[in-house]
C-alpha cells in the first residue's frame, strides 16, 4: 500500500483520495481552506455526492485519510501525488493552469522521498511535459520526481460508483518505473488499465468529453428537425440504440449540456486546435448548438406569451442535472435573467441546488420581476401561468400531468427533458412544449380560479 498525498478537495480530488483510502492507501487530503479541512475532519462533505460522506467517516475512523492545509507535511514523503485542483476556463477558452502551477511549486519545495506527482486534473495536451520541467526547477531535494498523467472520468451524481467501478484507468506516463507505481496503485481496483503515453493521455480525456458533448449536440440538432419535419426525438434515438455502434447512452435531446467539465472542454480543445493552426469543426459545432439550445424554450415561450411581465413563472430544476447541487452552466442561470429581465414573478423549485442559486439570485424583487424559492414542485405550480422544466429531478418527474392543469392558473409546460408523454399531457389538457417532439396541439382555455378576481396581475 502507498502513502499517497491529494491535493485539492473538489469532485476529482476528494473523490479519488477517498477511493484511494478505501482500496488501503493511506491518504492526505490537502486543501487551501482551513474551514472546509475541519469540516472534513468532522465527517462532512463539502459536496453534495451520493455515498461519498459515508465512505469519508468510514476511512477516517479507520486512520486511513486525514485532511490538511499543511501541504509540506503531506507531501515531504509521499510516494505519490496527486492534483486535483480546478482548471477553470479563461475568457479566450483557454484552461486557466495557476492552480497547478502552485501546487507543483509547493511539491517541488516539500518532497523529501522520490515521488511520482500524477496530474488527474483536465489539462490542455503537453501541460505535463511543462509541469515536470516546472517541478526540476524548484526542486530543493535531490530526489526523483516524475509527473504522470492519469486523468478522471467520473460523473457528478454517481462519482463515488465511478471511481470504483470505473470502465478504464487511463495512465499515461514516460518511464516504466511510473507506470509500474500507477498500475500498483490501482491494483486493488481491479478495473482495466490503459497505459499510454502522457500527451495521449491528456488528449484521451478531451477526446472523450468532446465526443460525448458532441453526441448530446448531434441529438439535439436533429430533436429541433424532428419538430419541424414531424418525426419524434424519442422514437429516433430508440431506433438508432440498437445500433451497438451508436450504443443507447448520452442520446437524450434536451435543454443542452451543462456543467464544469462539457461546457469547459469544449472550448479548450476549441483553442488548442486554433492556437496549433487548426480548425476543429466538429466541436465549434457542438458549442455552437449547444448555445442556442439552451435558450430555445425560453424563444418559443415568448413567442406564444408576448411578455412575461407580471406572470407567474414556475421554474422545476436549477441545477444543471439531477444528484448535484452544481449549477455551473446550467441551464437555468442561460434562462432566469432573460425571464427577470422581463419581468417574470418566478418561483423556483430544486431539492438541492436552491441555496446555491439564492446566492447568486436572493429572494425577493429582482430588476423587474422576482424570485421566490418553495419546498414542492406542486408550490411552483400553484396558480402559475407558466412552467418552465430543466432538471429532471425524482420530484419534477413525480408531479402527474393531471397535476398541471389542475395547479396552474394556465397549463402551459415548456419541457427541456422530456419527462412526460405527448399524448399523456394532452390527454390531460396540457399545452405541452418539449424538445423535439411534436407539441401537444391542445388550446389551453383559462379558467378562472378563485383567487383570480384579487389578482391585480395577469
Ligand atoms: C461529464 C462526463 O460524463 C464525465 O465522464 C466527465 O468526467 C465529466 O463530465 P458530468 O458533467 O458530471 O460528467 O455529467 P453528465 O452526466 O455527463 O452530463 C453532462 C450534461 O449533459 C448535463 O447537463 C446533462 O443534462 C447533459 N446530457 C447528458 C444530455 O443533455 N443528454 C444526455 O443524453 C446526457
Not at 436533429?222 to 448520452?250: H, P, T, W, Y
Not at 424559492?373 to 411552483?380: D, L, S
Request: aromatic share 10%.
Amino acid at each position: 500500500m502507498y502513502k499517497i498525498a491529494v491535493a485539492g478537495t473538489g469532485y476529482v480530488g476528494l473523490v479519488a483520495g477517498v477511493c484511494f483510502a478505501e482500496k488501503g492507501h493511506q491518504v492526505t487530503c490537502v486543501d487551501i481552506d482551513e474551514e472546509k479541512v475541519e469540516l472534513m475532519r468532522s465527517g462532512v462533505s463539502p459536496i453534495f455526492e451520493e455515498g461519498l460522506e459515508e465512505l469519508m467517516q468510514k476511512n477516517f475512523e479507520a486512520g486511513r485519510i486525514d485532511y490538511t492545509i499543511d501541504y509540506r507535511s503531506a507531501y515531504k514523503d509521499a510516494d505519490a501525488v496527486f492534483l486535483g485542483v480546478g482548471t477553470p476556463e479563461k475568457p479566450d477558452g483557454s484552461a486557466d493552469l495557476s492552480y497547478i502551477a502552485t501546487v507543483a511549486r509547493q511539491v517541488a519545495e516539500s518532497v523529501e522521498n522520490d515521488c511520482l506527482v500524477v496530474v488527474k486534473s483536465t489539462v490542455p495536451v503537453g501541460t505535463n511535459d511543462k509541469v515536470e520541467q516546472f517541478i526540476q526547477d524548484f526542486l530543493v531535494n535531490d530526489v526523483k520526481v516524475e509527473v504522470a498523467s492519469n486523468p478522471e472520468f467520473l460523473a457528478q451524481g454517481s462519482a463515488v460508483h465511478d471511481t470504483l467501478y470505473a470502465e478504464r484507468i487511463i495512465i499515461g506516463t514516460e518511464s516504466e518505473w511510473a507506470e509500474n507505481m500507477l498500475k500498483k496503485i490501482y491494483e486493488p481496483f481491479h478495473l482495466p488499465i490503459v497505459p499510454v503515453n502522457r500527451r495521449s493521455a491528456e488528449m484521451i480525456k478531451y477526446a472523450s468529453n468532446d465526443f460525448l458533448a458532441l453526441k448530446i449536440s448531434y441529438m439535439n440538432d436533429i430533436a429541433n428537425l424532428c419538430e419541424l419535419v414531424g418525426a419524434d426525438i424519442q422514437d429516433v434515438a430508440e431506433g438508432m440504440s440498437f445500433d451497438e455502434r451508436i450504443g443507447a447512452k448520452f442520446l437524450n435531446a434536451g435543454i443542452g449540456f451543462g456543467g464544469s467539465c462539457f461546457p469547459k472542454d469544449t472550448q479548450a480543445l476549441d483553442y488548442l486546435a486554433k492556437q496549433n493552426g487548426y480548425e476543429l469543426q466538429t466541436v465549434k459545432a457542438a458549442i455552437d448548438v449547444n448555445k442556442k439550445q439552451k435558450t430555445l424554450l425560453y424563444k418559443k415561450a415568448s413567442n406564444r406569451l408576448i411578455t412575461f411581465n407580471g406572470l407567474k413563472v414556475a421554474v422545476l430544476g436549477l441545477t444543471f442535472k439531477p444528484g448535484t447541487d452544481d449549477l455551473r452552466e446550467a441551464p437555468s442561470l442561460s434562462n432566469v435573467p432573460l425571464l427577470l429581465e422581463q419581468g417574470a414573478d418566478i418561483y423556483a423549485f430544486d431539492p438541492v441546488g436552491a441555496d446555491n442559486f439564492a446566492n447568486l439570485y436572493p429572494e425577493g424583487p429582482i430588476g423587474q420581476g422576482s424570485i421566490t424559492y418553495v419546498q414542492k414542485p406542486q408550490e411552483a405550480l400553484q396558480d402559475a401561468n407558466v412552467c418552465f422544466i430543466f432538471t429532471e429531478w425524482g420530484e419534477v418527474k413525480g408531479v402527474t400531468p393531471d397535476q398541471y392543469k389542475k395547479l396552474m392558473r394556465t397549463p402551459l409546460v415548456y419541457d427541456g427533458r422530456n419527462i412526460y408523454g405527448v399524448e399523456d399531457m394532452k390527454r390531460a389538457g396540457v399545452e405541452y412544449h418539449s424538445i423535439g417532439r411534436e407539441p401537444g396541439k391542445v388550446e389551453v382555455t383559462r379558467e378562472p380560479k378563485q383567487n383570480e378576481l384579487q389578482s391585480t396581475r395577469y
